[in-house]
């Protein structure tokens, strides 16, 4: 997937999400500080950045849990900075938050039926029969309280519980965070099929390898601002943004190779 | 042994009142977070309501005054959500207490304005009239109505709550209202929904119990304290531990007052102390988040 550079406006014409000059404060911390992004349906977005860089906060500004105080978060052309959550939602933005936060006290049944009726206008090839089609394990489990499952099993919970709402852009909040390497795998091939699904994704993860090895391009966030911005394989061969982020490139490049890709 | 069939029914009937007034505190708490000390009000805005409702003396409008003094009630409760219990979700508990005593207080001035300080009553039906014979025991009939009420509105809440989107919606809500919210779902409107429910639930208590008590100012304080404890001991948020706890509280008071008739009203309080030092969140409840 090639990047439009060459032309902002018509980036911004296809972009599905836009962030522009994006201001966030918790209390009077200034967490978010003038942050732009820009997100079209299909494209997988890396958003990097140290622990504590405003990563989930930038996420929480987009989808209205947090409000932003100043700046444009637009939805298909619509300014949405102010709106509540559940229309953000609405207009197609699934947030998948980051940790263990399933609907514990219902079984996993109840929580993918219940997010089925969230949108109940948004009309779409999703459906709960269609994520257990495509995630046999849940169907396994299925009359089981979400509390009990394993990580893994609530990553693709969570998962499965935003694809219901049929949305065009997921944002993934720390998706392998706690996960067994073998899970981490895993979640990247279910990236993969959502990119084939068409979905816009923007990965927020503090695992860089990871998340370029899955994404078309990648944005640095560093204390509350966007540091650099390009493509994944920019992003890949630049060992000083990298050990900016704590990845040796040395590190990246012996993945590569295990995995027989050239870098 | 002739006196057990009159000690269980007692027993039942004031677990049931309990139960009553304690499910919609219950309810409003698991999901929203928010200490609402005007419920008692809302139970004596029933119990009011249906003494005007009723009609004088005979009391033959009674059921269908039942229902409209919960549905009024359950109006209020909306108009109390939108007006005050909006502004103050994850503020701090002090800041709730006294928005929601502020409530209780108001409450209070406005009953004494509309029905006065005397007591009122409400016959009762006389379909249910009476007593009727136990095992050799004459139970009153109307202590029927209560335990099916409550009996009602537990399997009703737990139906609602295990089978209904709008239930799902409410324990989703418990676990986690930001992904809730994030998934599309109208977090405010549900809210305001599952607070008018409390408060029907407070307003059906104080109709149906209505005919047994004297229906007077002050009877809002006096039913909050059980509520309280019935809602603390059967762990805040679960209905089957205020079921649970309206029966044991219910009890304690009974062997309260076979064993030590002056101490009688102590025993639900020594329960709850023995309870909570046992199990800080409740019967039911879970620890803190």
Request: some cysteine; charged content about 15%; aromatic content about 8%.
């Given at each position: 997937?090639?990047?439009?550079?060459?032309?902002?406006?018509?980036d911004?014409?296809?972009?599905?999400?836009?962030?522009?000059?994006?201001?966030?404060?918790?209390?009077?911390?200034?967490?978010?500080?003038?942050?732009?992004?820009?997100?079209?349906?299909?494209?997988?977005?890396?958003?990097?950045?140290?622990?504590?860089?405003?990563?989930?906060?930038?996420?929480?500004?987009?989808?209205?849990?947090?409000?932003?105080?100043?700046?444009?978060?637009?939805?298909g052309?619509?300014?949405?900075?102010k709106?509540?959550?559940?229309?953000?939602?609405?207009?197609?933005?699934?947030?998948?938050?980051?940790?263990?936060?399933?609907?514990?006290?219902?079984?996993?049944?109840?929580?993918l039926?219940?997010?089925?009726?969230?949108?109940?206008?948004?009309?779409?090839?999703?459906?709960?029969?269609?994520?257990?089609?495509?995630?046999?394990?849940?169907?396994?489990?299925?009359?089981?309280?979400?509390?009990?499952?394993?990580?893994?099993?609530?990553?693709?919970?969570?998962?499965?519980?935003?694809?219901?709402?049929?949305?065009?852009?997921?944002?993934?909040?720390?998706?392998?965070?706690?996960?067994?390497?073998?899970?981490?795998?895993?979640l990247?091939?279910?990236?993969?099929?959502?990119?084939?699904?068409?979905?816009g994704?923007?990965?927020?993860?503090?695992?860089?390898?990871?998340a370029?090895?899955?994404?078309?391009?990648?944005?640095?966030?560093?204390?509350?601002?966007?540091?650099?911005?390009?493509?994944?394989?920019?992003?890949?061969?630049?060992e000083?943004?990298?050990?900016?982020?704590?990845?040796?490139?040395?590190?990246?490049?012996?993945v590569?190779?295990?995995?027989?890709?050239?870098? | 042994?002739?006196?057990?069939?009159?000690?269980?029914?007692?027993?039942?009937?004031a677990?049931?009142?309990?139960?009553?007034?304690?499910?919609?505190?219950?309810?409003?708490?698991?999901?929203?977070?928010?200490?609402?000390?005007?419920?008692?009000?809302?139970?004596?805005?029933?119990?009011?309501?249906t003494?005007?409702?009723v009609?004088?003396?005979?009391?033959?409008?009674?059921?269908?005054?039942?229902?409209?003094?919960?549905?009024?009630?359950?109006l209020?409760?909306?108009?109390?959500?939108?007006?005050?219990?909006?502004?103050?979700?994850?503020?701090?508990?002090?800041?709730?207490?006294?928005?929601?005593?502020?409530?209780?207080?108001?409450?209070?001035?406005?009953?004494?304005?509309?029905?006065?300080?005397?007591?009122?009553?409400?016959?009762?039906?006389?379909?249910?009239?009476?007593?009727?014979?136990?095992?050799?025991?004459?139970?009153?009939?109307?202590?029927?109505?209560?335990?099916?009420?409550?009996?009602?509105?537990?399997?009703?809440?737990?139906?609602?709550?295990?089978?209904?989107?709008?239930?799902?919606?409410?324990?989703?809500?418990?676990?986690?209202?930001?992904?809730?919210?994030?998934?599309?779902?109208?977090?405010?409107?549900?809210?305001?929904v599952?607070?008018?429910?409390?408060?029907?639930?407070?307003?059906?208590g104080?109709?149906?119990?209505?005919?047994?008590?004297?229906?007077?100012?002050?009877?809002?304080?006096?039913?909050?304290?059980?509520?309280?404890?019935?809602?603390?001991?059967?762990?805040?948020?679960?209905?089957?531990?205020?079921?649970?706890?309206?029966?044991?509280?219910?009890?304690?008071?009974?062997?309260?007052?076979?064993?030590?008739?002056?101490?009688?009203?102590?025993?639900?309080?020594?329960?709850?102390?023995?309870?909570?030092?046992?199990?800080?969140w409740?019967?039911?409840?879970?620890?803190?988040?």
């Open positions: 997937m090639s990047v439009l550079r060459s032309n902002p406006a018509a911004e014409k296809r972009a599905s999400l836009l962030v522009r000059d994006v201001n966030t404060y918790y209390g009077a911390s200034h967490v978010l500080q003038g942050v732009s992004l820009r997100l079209a349906e299909g494209e997988v977005v890396a958003l990097l950045g140290r622990n504590g860089a405003g990563k989930t906060t930038l996420l929480r500004s987009i989808v209205g849990l947090t409000r932003a105080r100043s700046g444009g978060v637009e939805v052309g619509r300014d949405v900075r709106a509540a959550p559940h229309t953000v939602a609405r207009l197609g933005i699934a947030f998948v938050p980051s940790g263990r936060r399933v609907f514990g006290s219902l079984s996993v049944d109840e929580n039926r219940l997010s089925s009726r969230s949108c109940p206008r948004r009309k779409g090839p999703w459906s709960v029969a269609r994520v257990y089609e495509t995630f046999p394990k849940l169907a396994d489990v299925k009359a089981r309280g979400a509390r009990h499952l394993s990580g893994g099993e609530q990553q693709m919970l969570k998962l499965g519980r935003a694809l219901v709402t049929n949305p065009n852009i997921l944002l993934l909040d720390e998706p392998t965070e706690g996960l067994a390497p073998v899970v981490v795998g895993q990247g091939e279910w990236l993969e099929l959502l990119r084939g699904e068409g979905f994704v923007l990965l927020a993860e503090q695992n860089a390898m990871f370029l090895r899955h994404s078309d391009r990648g944005y640095i966030l560093e204390k509350g601002r966007i540091r650099f911005e390009g493509s994944a394989t920019e992003l890949r061969s630049s000083e943004l990298l050990s900016g982020l704590g990845v040796s490139a040395r590190a990246v490049r012996v590569d190779a295990a995995e027989g890709r050239e870098s | 042994m002739d006196t057990v069939v009159i000690e269980v029914s007692g027993t039942l009937s677990a049931s009142s309990l139960f009553l007034a304690s499910a919609g505190l219950t309810l409003i708490f698991g999901a929203m977070r928010v200490i609402n000390l005007a419920h008692g009000s809302f139970y004596m805005f029933g119990a009011f309501l003494t005007s409702l009609g004088f003396a005979t009391g033959a409008r009674f059921w269908w005054a039942v229902p409209v003094a919960a549905l009024a009630v359950a209020i409760g909306a108009g109390v959500e939108l007006g005050v219990i909006r502004h103050i979700y994850g503020k701090e508990h002090l800041t709730q207490l006294l928005a929601t005593y502020a409530l209780f207080l108001i409450f209070a001035d406005l009953a004494l304005r509309i029905w006065g300080a005397e007591s009122r009553a409400v016959p009762v039906p006389k379909s249910f009239f009476g007593s009727i014979e136990i095992a050799g025991e004459q139970i009153p009939k109307y202590n029927l109505v209560i335990v099916g009420t409550a009996i009602a509105v537990g399997v009703g809440l737990w139906l609602l709550l295990k089978l209904t989107t709008l239930g799902w919606r409410i324990r989703a809500a418990v676990d986690d209202p930001e992904s809730l919210e994030a998934s599309g779902v109208n977090l405010q409107l549900l809210f305001t599952v607070f008018a429910l409390g408060a029907l639930l407070a307003g059906l104080g109709a149906v119990i209505s005919p047994q008590i004297a229906v007077t100012p002050g009877i809002d304080g006096s039913i909050i304290v059980g509520a309280f404890i019935v809602t603390v001991v059967g762990g805040l948020g679960s209905i089957l531990g205020a079921a649970v706890a309206a029966l044991l509280i219910g009890a304690s008071e009974t062997a309260g007052t076979l064993a030590a008739p002056d101490w009688a009203s102590t025993f639900p309080y020594i329960a709850m102390i023995a309870i909570l030092a046992v199990r800080p409740g019967l039911f409840g879970q620890p803190e988040r």
